[in-house]
């Protein structure tokens, strides 16, 4: 059995830098080039580049002070800048900087701290005296190497256990355990481990247990609680407010599996896949019976669009719909509509000719229609928190054509659900975005932490660059606007785009895959770059493949339990990264092109494309797949966790699939009962919804179809 990330931390304290050796080679070993011509253009400073060489030529002549006046120097003049790690990862300048401080003899470190530790000091006093946090994240992001920066990542991995942000503990934990002299020697400094703490390794080995467990993640609590148990058996400290013996207390709390609440078990649809971290599960398994309303959507657009290459392609099923207590919303380019899921009614109404349409709220004329030809496929996400409903509106062009004779904008909008009944509350437009007269696009729907928003934003010319902005949810204000990169443009100038990136958020970091060659962290505080991975992508997209929507697919990543998962869509690649540090844990090349990564359970990653297929969480080895050899049988719009389930649309039928074995539990026919086809398909309470780009199809549980005998299916399915 292969032991997941951390488990050798309590074998050998070490853990992490080996880790991430392993981690590193693995492009190597799997076949894939170390080196490859990069498709993006980041923000790296050459200044740093040559700043580093002195600083390495100062370490090997043993001059410890010159060497570290010039880290310092690098890193207060050009910390938010991106410094390449190693081939494909990019890290963040100042981080980088401690990193390599990590690895330097203790002389030299002696040097920095002497420098460093009084400002580290204020800021650790003020920390306890006003119960803060922003003075010890000052330590980390600018004096993590001072003899206080143990202490500040200790009690930032307590604050983050309080809210709940379990693998932001675990993460400020782990740089905490030491390594032996050995692998001192030998440290890669795209890693950052604190070299000599004087905390009792004992209480953070203990912590590091309650995360796993805590998570869920019961195996692996017990095999670390082993391991402690043998190294620290006599070891007392303070564990969830009792102090004693810390393997009696460790013991006590595992045995006791009613106190973890899993993350990944979501009551409502909110968002795209459901929640902010793109891994949502339903509770339980949902029961389909007969049809209980359906709702036809008007078309919005006129005719002549049809005749664009984008729209030449058989209508894809590009409606999100997401819930919100007893009603579901869903938009299209100019409206967003809202319907009573248990009725079909309009929301907030008993009148069957009310109006559906919460916005505008003034019927206006079609979508503006593009002058020069499209190429994309047209997509439509919502976001709903604290009862407030955003959502990204207007033309779904992105890449706007050089010669374009129409203002082809997009916009913002915010409407009250809980007290407002859909009231516009207010409304950005990307106009406002202008930049020496370069047309800013909104991608995707907004995120949403608090009191601010983050959008993925997106231009054409003079290059194609993408953008993270954050807005305030009260008044839609531009808070920070963070370029992520730069890349050719590679489809012809005088072609509309149409793209729709969205970003994942959880333990308040912000990822972005941007499906032009590089993978993003970003911290949602500021907006600064954690880091960037970047990766082989493809040169050449046909047009065709670009808006035929059983090519291409709407995949944000899927964060999980510290680990992001990703499937660009320029790339055959499907990776899986520490979310912390941007390392690769695997990766691996997908037989089919991947259009959605569905989510995680304790064990198993769901990607389907063509096929659906179960992965391996800690290695992307393929457990188990589910699919026809037939193309009319190929998947056919997203599909949903629900319990122990996997509900999978395909054309003219939903197929049931037990998420650990991949067994076929049930076989919904649709068009042969219903005349309906597959599609997006949504949970809101006990029905099963289905989303097409002309009608809306709630199934209620009365009348429920039969589930057909797995044998008398299997012959039909690829194992």
Request: hydrophobic residues 40%; proline residues 5%.
């Amino acid at each position: 059995m292969q032991m997941p990330r951390g488990f050798i931390a309590l074998i050998v304290l070490g853990t992490i830098c080996v880790s991430a050796k392993i981690s590193l080679a693995q492009p190597e070993q799997q076949g894939i080039p170390p080196k490859f011509r990069e498709s993006v253009s980041l923000d790296v400073n050459n200044a740093v580049l040559k700043k580093m060489g002195s600083v390495r030529d100062y370490l090997a002549e043993k001059q410890w002070a010159d060497a570290v006046d010039i880290l310092v120097q690098i890193s207060d003049e050009y910390g938010d800048t991106l410094y390449p790690e190693s081939t494909g990862r990019y890290l963040r300048v100042s981080e980088y900087c401690q990193n390599l401080l990590a690895g330097f003899p203790r002389e030299a470190i002696a040097i920095y701290r002497e420098k460093t530790d009084p400002r580290a000091k204020r800021w650790f006093e003020q920390a306890l005296a006003e119960s803060s946090e922003q003075p010890l994240l000052n330590i980390v992001e600018q004096a993590l190497m001072s003899s206080y920066g143990d202490d500040a990542l200790y009690r930032l991995g307590e604050m983050a256990w309080e809210q709940g942000a379990l693998s932001q503990a675990r993460s400020c934990w782990s740089k905490l355990i030491p390594v032996v002299d050995a692998e001192q020697q030998n440290r890669d400094p795209g890693v950052f481990l604190y070299p000599d703490t004087d905390l009792p390794v004992s209480d953070i080995l203990a912590r590091l247990i309650l995360v796993s467990f805590f998570e869920g993640d019961f195996q692996r609590a017990q095999f670390e609680l082993g391991v402690f148990r043998k190294r620290y058996p006599q070891a007392s400290g303070t564990l969830a407010g009792k102090e004693g013996n810390l393997v009696a207390l460790l013991s006590s709390i595992i045995a006791d599996h009613t106190m973890v609440s899993l993350p990944e078990t979501r009551s409502e649809m909110h968002t795209f896949a459901g929640h902010q971290t793109r891994n949502y599960r339903a509770e339980k398994k949902i029961d389909v019976g007969a049809v209980a309303w359906s709702f036809r959507i008007p078309m919005v657009w006129d005719p002549e669009f049809s005749s664009k290459p984008a729209f030449g392609q058989p209508v894809p099923p590009g409606i999100f719909p997401v819930v919100h207590r007893e009603h579901v919303f869903f938009n299209d380019a100019e409206r967003i509509y809202a319907l009573n899921w248990k009725s079909g009614l309009p929301a907030w109404s008993a009148d069957q000719e009310a109006s559906p349409i919460i916005y505008p709220s003034v019927l206006e004329g079609g979508i503006r229609l593009p002058f020069r030809p499209v190429v994309g496929v047209s997509r439509f996400t919502m976001t709903i928190a604290d009862g407030r409903l955003y959502a990204r509106m207007g033309s779904p062009v992105t890449s706007v054509a050089k010669d374009e004779r129409l203002g082809l904008f997009s916009d913002l909008v915010c409407l009250d659900l809980d007290q407002g009944q859909g009231k516009l509350l207010w409304k950005i437009s990307s106009s406002q975005l202008r930049e020496q007269n370069f047309v800013w696009s909104f991608e995707g729907a907004p995120v949403v932490s608090g009191n601010r928003l983050f959008v993925a934003l997106h231009r054409g010319f003079p290059e194609v660059q993408t953008n993270v902005a954050c807005f305030s949810t009260e008044t839609g204000e531009l808070l920070w606007n963070q370029k992520v990169c730069l890349a050719l443009r590679n489809i012809e100038e005088g072609i509309n785009y149409i793209s729709h990136l969205l970003l994942t958020l959880a333990e308040g970091q912000l990822y972005l895959s941007t499906d032009m060659g590089a993978i993003a962290s970003l911290d949602s505080r500021d907006g600064k770059i954690n880091w960037v991975v970047t990766y082989p992508s493809q040169d050449e997209v046909s047009k065709l493949v670009l808006s035929d929507h059983m090519k291409t697919g709407l995949v944000p990543c899927v964060y999980d339990r510290g680990i992001l998962f990703a499937a660009p869509q320029d790339s055959d690649l499907l990776m899986a990264f520490d979310a912390d540090s941007g390392l690769l844990l695997w990766q691996r090349e997908f037989p089919d092109r991947i259009r959605d990564l569905l989510g995680v359970n304790q064990s198993t990653l769901f990607v389907s494309g063509d096929r659906l297929f179960g992965l391996d969480r800690a290695t992307g080895a393929v457990k188990w797949k589910v699919g026809y050899q037939d193309p009319e049988g190929f998947g056919y719009g997203r599909g949903v966790l629900a319990g122990k389930f996997v509900y999978w649309p395909l054309r003219e039928e939903i197929l049931v699939v037990d998420v650990e074995q991949g067994l076929l539990k049930q076989k919904i026919a649709l068009r042969a009962l219903h005349g309906e086809t597959g599609g997006n398909l949504i949970i809101a309470g006990e029905r099963l919804l289905i989303a097409r780009p002309r009608n809306l199809t709630a199934f209620g549980n009365e009348g429920r179809v039969p589930s057909d005998e797995a044998k008398k299916i299997s012959a039909l399915l690829t194992k």
